[in-house]
């Protein structure tokens, strides 16, 4: 089993945690409150390319350790399209 031996890996991925939660974070006032639903949907397609990248990365390191992200994973594709229907019907 491989593992995040280097600074480099470390810090790579405190950054994509740190962008995933940033994302995250903006997307609910972005789309509940400002009610930007474009923009919204730009942050969480980035989310879930940023949390699509780190499940099939760190597959092979994490194992079945990664399967765990693997329901937000699927409920990001969901809110994806919910938002892109909502973007695409109003």
Same mark, same amino acid.
Do not use: C, E
């Given at each position: 089993? /491989?593992?995040? =031996? =280097?600074? =480099?890996?470390?810090r790579?991925? &405190?950054?994509? *945690? %740190?962008?995933?939660?940033?994302l995250?974070?903006? @997307?609910?006032?972005? #789309?509940?409150?400002?009610? #930007?639903? #474009?923009?919204?949907?730009?942050v969480? /397609? /980035?989310?879930? %390319?940023?949390?699509? *990248?780190?499940? *099939?990365? &760190?597959?092979?390191?994490m194992?079945w350790?990664?399967?765990?992200? %693997?329901?937000?994973?699927? @409920?990001?594709?969901?809110? =994806?399209? %919910? ?6 019907k109003?």
């Open positions: 089993m /491989a593992s995040l =031996t =280097t600074a =480099t890996d470390s790579f991925v &405190y950054v994509l *945690f %740190l962008i995933q939660v940033l995250n974070v903006s @997307w609910n006032p972005l #789309f509940f409150r400002y009610h #930007f639903v #474009f923009f919204a949907l730009l969480i /397609a /980035a989310l879930l %390319l940023v949390v699509g *990248f780190f499940l *099939f990365r &760190y597959l092979r390191i194992d350790k990664s399967l765990l992200i %693997l329901p937000y994973f699927l @409920w990001l594709i969901i809110a =994806t399209s %919910l938002n892109a229907y909502i973007l695409i109003n």
